[in-house]
Nanobody
């Protein structure tokens, strides 16, 4: 089974920066698009950023210009560099990856979530 393990996150003051990391492990044929969702209390989960296997990124309007997503295909990791953080960025952040299993079947892997708290 493919697993995604997140690291990073924590608490920071508004205007600060944090970096989230997500590493994939387990047998698989490939991993395509990877990215990050977030969910704040009482709100729906929303897509923050994603990056395709060719390295091209896509961002939610709310984070454009502040967040940068990158990936290292050799290490099967995806990073989310977050700058100019705002209190409204406070949420649990979840990594995901579009996996092709060794059987050839598609599977969406999820991380366990990491908390980001931005204070004023």
């Amino acid at each position: 089974q493919v697993q995604l393990v997140e690291s990073g996150g924590g608490s920071v003051q508004a205007g600060g920066s944090l970096r989230l990391s997500c590493a994939a492990s387990g047998s698989r044929r490939s991993i395509g698009t990877m990215g990050w969702f977030r969910q704040a209390p009482g709100k729906q989960r929303e897509l923050v950023a994603k990056i395709f296997s060719d390295g091209s990124p896509d961002y939610a309007d709310s984070v454009k210009g502040r967040f940068t997503i990158s990936r290292d295909n050799a290490k099967n990791t995806v990073l989310l560099q977050m700058s100019s953080l705002k209190p409204e960025d406070t949420a649990t952040y979840y990594c995901y990856g579009a996996v092709i299993l060794v059987t050839g079947l598609p599977y969406t892997a999820w991380g366990q979530g990491t908390q980001v708290t931005v204070s004023t």
